[in-house]
């Protein structure tokens, strides 16, 4: 038992510290030593499966974003019009070296606009792909995490996700 005043380790029967000579009353000494344990033992509860369910809702919800970010109207009209446009390009340069001086500038001009036009597309096509991407890998992050989150893997008793 410890002595209430000084923290001094002394025997039970006895009745004064032998440091401080602090009279020790039994009730009061128990009740500080519960207290001391109580705090130290008691582990601080949070309930994970909700953590984990909510961040497996947001892995779903991130993945089905992703889905629609690349399967949509306005991702359909880059992708063909990129086609379309390369297409231009390619018949237009053809017809540049094949009809000599005489219209070669303006079919390399127009072959040029589609060139630009492609590469306006691609690169919108580009940012559609790396969102669903980043969404991808985000949704993932949040499945795995929301699902050790519901398992609550331990390792010796002690969780892994702490």
Not at 46 to 58: D, H, P, S, T, W
Not at 99 to 108: D, H, I, K, P, Q
Not at 127 to 132: L, N
Request: proline residues 2%; glycine residues 8%; hydrophobic residues 35%.
């Amino acid at each position: 038992m410890k002595c209430p005043e000084c923290g001094t380790e002394v025997a039970d029967n006895v009745t004064v510290c032998p440091s401080c000579g602090y009279e020790i009353v039994q009730s009061e000494t128990e009740a500080v030593e519960d207290i001391i344990n109580t705090t130290a033992t008691v582990p601080v509860y949070k309930n994970k499966k909700y953590i984990g369910i909510a961040l497996c809702v947001v892995a779903c919800i991130m993945l089905i974003v992703a889905f629609t970010r690349i399967n949509n109207d306005t991702y359909s009209f880059y992708k063909q019009h990129y086609k379309e446009c390369m297409e231009g390009y390619a018949e237009n340069s053809a017809d540049a070296r094949n009809y000599g001086s005489w219209f070669s500038g303006t079919y390399r001009y127009i072959a040029s606009e589609y060139e630009d036009m492609a590469k306006d597309d691609n690169k919108k096509i580009w940012e559609y792909r790396i969102q669903a991407i980043v969404l991808c890998l985000g949704g993932i992050a949040c499945g795995v995490v929301g699902c050790k989150f519901i398992k609550g893997e331990k390792t010796n008793g002690i969780s892994k996700v702490s």
